[in-house]
């Protein structure tokens, strides 16, 4: 096997697209710590309480879900918001994502002066303050994409990035009905998506439907989180939904995969994830194998990089390790997640011309 360094080096080189991130699963530990650290002083967390479970990466699927409630304190007012978007992209274009389609619920909390809409503009300003690296597609004019070159100077790191707007599955009809009017109004600033995620063992699909469908019919594709833990029958009405993308997909059987297959629902992979939170019982038993066999279109992520220590470089060495897979055929994944994006015409025609220049990138 070719030298492990060797190989993360180009795994980190390879311009990669990732479309299944979290932006409050993606935060730096160090800067966690640090605002832990601030409301432990402030008398509003016992700080040496939750340090621990913040740099502790493995946690099984409930216990992230509570994980993300402290989270929530510790990240959710409008500054920190603002501060921990820019440095989640600033990350993720240090490692060469060339195009992010990062998530995150829109939350209202009255004790902050919170709202939806307010929390999104956070968020906005976070993507526009981002300055250590060229924000492509900032503030999401069209113009300005399109007009965008690639730098060729290294120490420039380019990314382009649209949002998706997450509906948590505590919520009610009408709250995820508000999440998709939010989506809409927000469309122009670079919204390109609905997803619904959350503890999965939480909330019944016939509550979302209607919000799904309405995006839907609103001309917003919508990926959803599929098959965490085992529920046919919610599996069976996702299928019937027939989502633009989904997440996971751990739980499914054989009816459901024939399902996936006819319209070739593209699939966010997230091995790490995965595998730390016991949905499959190893990498290498991952799904994945049965889905490259098959040639199904699939995209590496990383769904929460900071809640798991991974990186989407990682992911795509773990791929490229786990499954022997050659240079060549980690650049075509690579590639092929271009046709799975939720962009616009332009934004793909951008990302394919990103992959033509690179045929450097291939090797053996
Ligand atoms: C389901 C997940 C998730 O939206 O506050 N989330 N939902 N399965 C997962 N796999 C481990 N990882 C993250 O980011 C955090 C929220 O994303 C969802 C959960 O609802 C979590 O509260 P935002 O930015």
Not at 20 to 25: E, F, I, M, T
Not at 104 to 131: F, Q
Not at 223 to 243: R, S
Not at 310 to 318: D, G, K, T, W
Request: with cysteine.
């Amino acid at each position: 096997m070719e030298d492990s360094r060797e190989l993360k080096a180009w795994c980190l080189a390879l311009p990669k697209i990732e479309l299944h991130a979290h932006l409050n699963g993606s935060i730096r530990n160090s800067t966690l710590l640090e605002l832990a650290r601030d409301l432990g002083e402030k008398g509003i967390i016992v700080f040496e309480d939750v340090a621990h479970i913040i740099t502790n990466s493995g946690r099984s699927l409930s216990e992230c879900f509570m994980l993300f409630d402290l989270f929530h304190v510790i990240a959710t007012d409008h500054d920190t918001v603002t501060r921990i978007t820019k440095e989640v992209v600033e990350d993720f274009a240090s490692e060469n994502v060339v195009y992010l389609e990062l998530r995150t619920t829109p939350k209202n909390n009255e004790s902050k002066g919170m709202t939806k809409r307010s929390y999104m503009k956070a968020v906005l300003d976070g993507l526009n303050a981002v300055d250590a690296v060229e924000l492509v597609s900032s503030p999401f004019g069209k113009q300005c994409l399109k007009t965008a070159k690639f730098s060729k100077d290294q120490d420039r790191k380019n990314i382009c990035v649209r949002l998706i707007l997450s509906i948590d599955r505590r919520e009610t009809t009408a709250a995820a009905m508000e999440t998709v009017d939010l989506a809409i109004e927000l469309r122009d600033l670079g919204v390109v998506g609905i997803d619904l995620s959350g503890n999965p063992l939480v909330g019944n699909w016939s509550t979302f439907l209607p919000a799904l469908t309405y995006a839907r019919e609103n001309g917003l594709p919508v990926t959803i989180h599929c098959g965490e833990v085992h529920n046919k029958e919610e599996v069976n009405a996702i299928l019937d939904f027939c989502p633009d993308r989904i997440g996971h997909a751990c739980f499914l059987d054989e009816e459901d995969w024939s399902r996936l297959r006819s319209p070739q629902i593209p699939i966010e992979i997230c091995l790490t994830s995965n595998h730390k939170t016991n949905c499959v019982p190893s990498i290498k038993d991952h799904h994945f194998v049965d889905l490259y066999s098959i040639n199904h279109p699939m995209i590496l992520c990383t769904d929460d990089p900071g809640l798991f220590s991974s990186s989407v470089s990682n992911e795509y060495y773990l791929a490229a390790t786990t499954f022997e897979l050659s240079r060549s055929e980690m650049y075509r994944l690579a590639q092929t997640a271009t046709e799975s994006v939720f962009a616009d015409d332009a934004v793909k025609c951008f990302l394919r011309e990103i992959f033509e220049d690179g045929k450097i990138y291939q090797g053996t």
